[in-house]
């Protein structure tokens, strides 16, 4: 299977998940990003078995800097790393929920807090 079909694999697997995906031809080979469940996802396609090139592990330490999720692979490789996110987000969604509860019940309890803390600084 080539880059391109590999590409395409992937991008059809992200979109059946709701990502939104794009590919683009890179120096570093073919890159697909997308958009997953508020996450940005970089896939740099290459071929099993098949080692990083060194473009593509500086690729990877600058978009985990700027906090998207890099793989380098192919489908297998998205399908093992969503499977990880979605995990990972079931498990937070529930404290997530807590802490907005008691942000809410704070303001609610405090209104005093309301115009101090929102966005415009109080300021209406």
Known sequence: MNDQAIASSVIQYLQDRGAIAVSAQQPAGLLILAHYRGVFLAVQVRKPGRRMTNKQVEF????????VIHIAGGLADAEHTLKIMDTWMARMAPRENKRKKETERK???NPQNNKENSPGGGLT
């Open 60 to 67: 990877s330490r600058q978009a985990g800097r700027a906090g």
């Open 107 to 109: 303001w609610i309890q």
